[in-house]
Nanobody, 124 residues
Framework: QVHLVESGGGLVQPGGSLALSCAAS????????MGWYRQVPGKERELVAIISSDGNTNYKDSVKGRFTVSRDGAKKMVYLQMNSLKPEDTAVYYCNAIITSYFDGVFARDTAYWGQGTQVTVSS
């Protein structure tokens, strides 16, 4: 019914930049918060950046000033621009969105959906 598809990961040298994109599709009525999380092996998934439907943002302290989250409501997309990347930013990055959908006569309100994840590797 609802799908999130990420793109844009890859390998970059320290100090470099990468941009991630995430597109939501399906039987979507509305989208509340959208954001990005990341996870490394053996650790819990952590919030990187989040943006509300009215544009308010919140960031993990270690990425403030380097990462920028944005969204396009009409296109149902969320973006993460990552600058001044560090080796410790290496992780699988996941898109997340809180979505109300309507399918086959049923509303599913404020359901959290996840993308499949995209690998970001920062290494020389």
């Amino acid at each position: 019914q609802v799908h999130l598809v990420e793109s844009g990961g890859g390998l970059v040298q320290p100090g470099g930049s990468l941009a991630l994109s995430c597109a939501a599709s399906g039987s979507i009525v509305s989208i509340d918060d959208m954001g990005w999380y990341r996870q490394v092996p053996g650790k819990e998934r952590e919030l990187v950046a989040i943006i509300s439907s009215d544009g308010n943002t919140n960031y993990k302290d270690s990425v403030k000033g380097r990462f920028t989250v944005s969204r396009d409501g009409a296109k149902k997309m969320v973006y993460l621009q990552m600058n001044s990347l560090k080796p410790e930013d290496t992780a699988v990055y996941y898109c997340n969105a809180i979505i109300t959908s309507y399918f086959d006569g049923v509303f599913a309100r404020d359901t959290a959906y996840w993308g499949q994840g995209t690998q970001v590797t920062v290494s020389s």
